[in-house]
T-cell receptor, first 116, second 114 residues
Framework: GAVVSQHPSWVICKSGTSVKIECRSLDFQATTMFWYRQFPKQSLMLMAT?????????EQGVEKDKFLINHASLTLSTLTVTSAHPEDSSFYIC????????????FGPGTRLTVT | KQEVTQIPAALSVPEGENLVLNCSFTDSAIYNLQWFRQDPGKGLTSLLLIQSSQREQTSGRLNASLDKSSGRSTLYIAASQPGDSATYLC?????????????FGQGTELSVKP
């Protein structure tokens, strides 16, 4: 149980285009989902927290107009990188949390984004 | 602001050795602490989660301890195997009124040689 999937697992896009990454909780309802970013040889940095049906809360320094997050249902959150640039190339990982309390977060397998 | 530090950054050991990975955090007001494993290019696998009221958790050859007052946790791996080679991440969870965020350390890259 508690499986989180991400799609796609890797994507290459050209500079200036937009790319959407999906995060799904497969066997539970996730009221809260989190998006992280990881550069090579570095740790995970929280980008934003999304709650179903409301606007995402972005961490300081994360451009909300560039990284659009939508949490339209209890099992799906999407991250859209708009007008991507090579510096946006990174490993993006989502996690999902069941319920309103601080239960364990379940992590997706990650999406490797390369912007050329 | 919570900061999480892991020492060492990298570790190479021969197969069969017992080893200890260290994690320290600056704010002791945590909700829980979690150890993860990450293989290259992959997502995170949760290994052990210790609630703030607990002192340790065990799973197979893994044992994690938590000393909240001193801001320290250790992950003990017994009888290491080449399959244990991966990056190990420590993360602390703040309380709900602190935003409940998961703050990660930089990780320890472990290599177990056959």
């Amino acid at each position: 149980g508690a499986v989180v999937s991400q799609h796609p697992s890797w994507v290459i896009c050209k500079s200036g285009t937009s790319v959407k990454i999906e995060c799904r909780s497969l066997d539970f309802q996730a009221t809260t989902m989190f998006w992280y970013r990881q550069f090579p040889k570095q740790s995970l940095m929280l980008m934003a927290t999304s709650n179903e049906g409301s606007k995402a809360t972005y961490e300081q320094g994360v451009e909300k107009d560039k990284f659009l997050i939508n949490h339209a249902s209890l099992t799906l959150s999407t991250l859209t990188v708009t007008s991507a640039h090579p510096e946006d190339s990174s490993f993006y990982i989502c996690s999902a949390e069941p319920g309103q309390r601080l239960y364990e977060q379940y992590f997706g397998p990650g999406t490797r984004l390369t912007v050329t | 602001k919570q900061e999480v530090t892991q020492i060492p950054a990298a570790l190479s050991v021969p197969e069969g050795e017992n080893l200890v990975l260290n994690c320290s955090f600056t704010d002791s007001a945590i909700y829980n602490l979690q150890w993860f494993r990450q293989d290259p290019g992959k997502g995170l696998t949760s290994l052990l989660l210790i609630q703030s009221s607990q002192r340790e958790q065990t799973s197979g050859r893994l044992n994690a301890s938590l000393d909240k007052s001193s801001g320290r946790s250790t992950l003990y791996i017994a009888a290491s195997q080449p399959g244990d080679s991966a990056t190990y991440l420590c993360a602390v969870r703040g309380s709900y009124n602190q935003g409940g965020k998961l703050i990660f350390g930089q990780g320890t890259e472990l290599s177990v040689k056959p």
